[in-house]
């Protein structure tokens, strides 16, 4: 009975030690977690969408566009302090956000974030719009963006 047990045990701690050698899945694995937008009057032409892009495979990838049937044209953005100690926005310098392997890209206020430009749809509170990612990669992955208070 003892060898049994003493089998068993090596056992388990074979099947503990191949799982924790385990390593991240080949090439970019991208997920989007709390996707959202903010609410912008009726007035205005443009709105921002916000997220936290996670990477947990083992090769960088790169968001390189999006569109929404939300938005006339939806732009990759980052927020800037200007000469002038001003916030301003502009595209993404070289066009594209980067999502390290094994890491992630926060979008969010004040920093990197994605553009709804002319607007087609009002951003209400509720308000749930489609937007398409385009990832270099892994290609296009759809996510529901709410509209809600920061």
Request: include cysteine; glycine fraction near 12%; hydrophobic fraction near 40%.
């Amino acid at each position: 009975m003892k060898k049994f047990y003493l089998a068993l045990g090596i056992i388990i701690a074979l099947a503990a030690m191949l799982s924790a050698c385990q390593s991240a899945p080949q090439g970019p694995a991208i997920s989007i977690d709390g996707a959202w937008g903010r609410p912008s009057p009726k007035v205005a032409t443009a709105g921002a969408f916000y997220m936290l892009i996670k990477n947990e495979g083992s090769e960088a990838d790169s968001l390189i566009s999006g569109k929404s049937p939300a938005c006339g044209t939806v732009e990759l953005h980052e927020s800037y302090m200007t000469d002038e100690g001003a916030m301003g926005m502009r595209p993404v310098q070289d066009g594209y956000i980067e999502i390290p392997a094994g890491g992630e890209a926060e979008l969010k206020i004040g920093g990197l974030h994605i553009m709804c430009i002319d607007k087609l749809e009002d951003f209400d509170i509720g308000a749930v719009l489609p937007l398409t990612l385009t990832f270099e990669k892994s290609g296009e992955m759809t996510v529901d963006i709410e509209i809600k208070e920061p």
